[in-house]
DNA sequence: AATGGAATTGAAAGCGCTTTGAATATCATG
DNA sequence: CATGATATTCAAAGCGCTTTCAATTCCATT
């Protein structure tokens, strides 16, 4: 059933049953119920082609996700941030179109996307720390929201992100007034944005604090469960180990976790930890004292937000940048504690 | 830059150009050459809407991921399948339409789906154990694959699945050949097809071996890290605790291995693990001998399998299914051992 | 009854592409 | 040199919608 049918079916012209269905006021209360019922009798739908080339919008948003070349990863928050902002299109009536693109052909890509039309706008996913994405999306010309931020990119843009710096800035300010001088920091990827950021703010606590930040006390990489693990190991190996970590994803910390466990270290009180949470719902923990004392922030709220702020920006064409901060909750769980004496230290094995 | 400008600048007709980037025969090598390079020179893509409304075809897909309405969590694994998926389309030039869908509005999504044109086929994913949406996609005669299986619905579809039944079945024989008589199951949310269909290997193993199946033994729900923990701990509680467990995701065996570690029993000897690994980029233990003991069969694989059956079944528009079942792999890892003998037992607290 | 404005409705063009059916150019052949 | 086959090219219709501009209807006024 199209347009032309459900037309001839009511006896009116194309053009009125468009306008009745679309809210069109200079049509009659009467003909538009009865417009509307038929519409309903035999669910009539629009054909999202058809329209989307009368009026030139799409009404779909892309996200592009960037795969790595080398280790070929799919973050699992994705799936959370775009939970959200699935969430924000379905209430709008867009849909979303995604796709995971190897960072060598990302320009032709977004290119591609523009100018065959199929999207009004995008959500830039992992942005790193100069990333060549936003001037190249402002050249295009496409509408594009942020999520994260790229410092040094020296172009205006709208984003959506946590002050990841002031958050690790006051994890390790947690540490060390429990009185920890080793911290170890276990990262995101070199490069990411985020990492940069939640580095520097690792960096400026110590400093303020006249401790000297060791190199060897921080850890780069995929935040996977094996990188926790890996890295939370070695450095506890060291002749002089951390008595705790900062850790930047809840799933790096299960392998902290784990490593912990190996050697037979108490988490809270032989070793703290403090993890970056995103809040995902398949690691969150419920009700009482929280697992991990945490610096949270829902990314699946972020992703909500994006969408939101992308489709604001879509709809009032204007190019004025739109940019929203969130901070992140600190909250204390039961893997800190305070310095342990070294009476209280253990010999390992 | 449009077909239209772009015939126009050749001093072609819109045909001919149409028809040398399509690659149609009727077309001199000459011409094709010279309208290629315009193409490119211009950077022209033809827009989708256009092309879609002429051709009929929106060469997208959809994947619809239901999302419950209680717990509102969106399962990692699915960045997983839908990374693998998008490999297969990215190839095929066909675009990714990802909406989220609680229940409750779910028949209504489908055909709006399915009559608006947004998708020329679709993706079922997290099928129920009798699930309402094969036979309504049957009805509605949108292509469709499913991710998994729906048990008792009496209708032939296509399908991508691994071998739960057998998985399970396997590893429970394992894990009695290794002595344990107490086995406690640890599965997903009741109801959906997966879960049921491992209940049922896990079944078969015991009963095969006269041992009888404790329902205290088996415990459903989201495969969260809190839901491995909080049945773990429970069963390991209780007055004749399981010596093993058959846990249906790797994200609940983290919470089984914080139960054990929280009450100083030792995976791999105190207490067994096998869990079904879905070989997730973010889970996976690279090298050396696996922390858990598992059934394995890559979720990312499976998707990219869905994908091209998918976009076959489009391709060929023929409607008989097409099926394909995987077997999962056996691993030893660290997390199982032979059944501790009583003398070996410890108190417990 | 004639008039003009407001309220409704409709015909037709256009969005950018594909594709049918017709037209033209090209060429080997008798 | 005409002829028919073959290789190329094109004009125009059509995909299903929106939207401009024009037409019609309806009323309150004069």
């Known amino acids: 059933?199209?347009?032309?049918?459900?037309?001839?079916?009511?006896?009116?012209?194309?053009?009125?049953?468009?306008?009745?269905?679309?809210?069109?006021?200079?049509?009659?209360?009467?003909?538009?119920?009865?417009?509307?019922?038929?519409?309903?009798?035999?669910?009539?739908?629009?054909?999202?082609?058809?329209?989307?080339?009368?009026?030139?919008?799409?009404?779909?948003?892309?996200?592009?996700?960037?795969?790595?070349?080398?280790?070929?990863?799919?973050?699992?928050?994705?799936?959370?941030?775009?939970?959200?902002?699935?969430?924000?299109?379905?209430?709008?009536?867009?849909?979303?179109?995604?796709?995971?693109?190897?960072?060598?052909?990302?320009?032709?890509?977004?290119?591609?996307?523009?100018?065959?039309?199929?999207?009004?706008?995008?959500i830039v996913h992992g942005p790193r720390h100069n990333d060549p994405r936003l001037p190249l999306l402002k050249e295009i010309g496409l509408p594009f929201l942020v999520h994260g931020r790229s410092?040094?990119?020296?172009?205006?843009?709208?984003?959506?992100?946590?002050?990841?710096?002031s958050a690790f800035y006051r994890a390790a300010g947690l540490l060390l007034d429990l009185g920890h001088r080793r911290i170890g920091l276990i990262n995101g990827l070199a490069g990411m944005d985020f990492a940069v950021r939640r580095e520097d703010g690792y960096r400026r606590a110590l400093t303020e604090r006249g401790i000297h930040v060791d190199p060897d006390l921080i850890a780069e990489g995929e935040m996977t469960e094996a990188h926790g693990w890996a890295s939370a190991r070695e450095m506890l190996s060291m002749p002089d180990p951390p008595t705790a970590f900062l850790v930047s994803s809840i799933i790096s910390a299960f392998g902290v976790r784990r490593a912990a466990a190996e050697q037979d270290i108490a988490l809270g009180s032989e070793l703290s930890v403090v993890v970056f949470d995103d809040d995902l719902s398949y690691f969150r923990s419920d009700g009482g004292v929280p697992q991990f004392t945490s610096v949270r922030s829902s990314v699946r709220e972020a992703g909500r937000m994006a969408a939101e702020m992308l489709l604001d920006i879509i709809?009032?064409?204007?190019?004025?940048?739109?940019?929203?901060?969130?901070?992140?909750?600190?909250t204390i769980g039961r893997s800190t504690g305070p310095v342990p004496t070294h009476e209280g230290s253990k010999t390992t094995g």
Chains 1, 2 share one sequence.
């Open 1 to 122: 059933m199209n347009l032309r049918e459900l037309a001839l079916q009511l006896g009116l012209s194309q053009t009125t049953v468009s306008r009745a269905l679309n809210g069109y006021p200079e049509v009659s209360e009467a003909t538009r119920k009865r417009v509307r019922d038929a519409a309903d009798k035999f669910s009539y739908r629009p054909n999202t082609r058809a329209k989307g080339l009368a009026t030139g919008r799409s009404m779909a948003v892309g996200h592009v996700i960037p795969v790595s070349d080398q280790h070929e990863m799919v973050n699992p928050i994705f799936a959370d941030v775009i939970a959200g902002a699935g969430e924000a299109y379905a209430e709008a009536g867009y849909d979303l179109v995604l796709s995971l693109v190897g960072a060598r052909d990302e320009a032709a890509f977004y290119r591609d996307l523009a100018s065959r039309g199929t999207i009004d706008g995008i």
């Open 151 to 165: 410092s040094l990119a020296d172009v205006s843009y709208s984003w959506v992100d946590v002050n990841n710096r």
């Open 315 to 330: 709809r009032e064409g204007s190019d004025e940048p739109r940019q929203r901060l969130l901070e992140a909750e600190l």
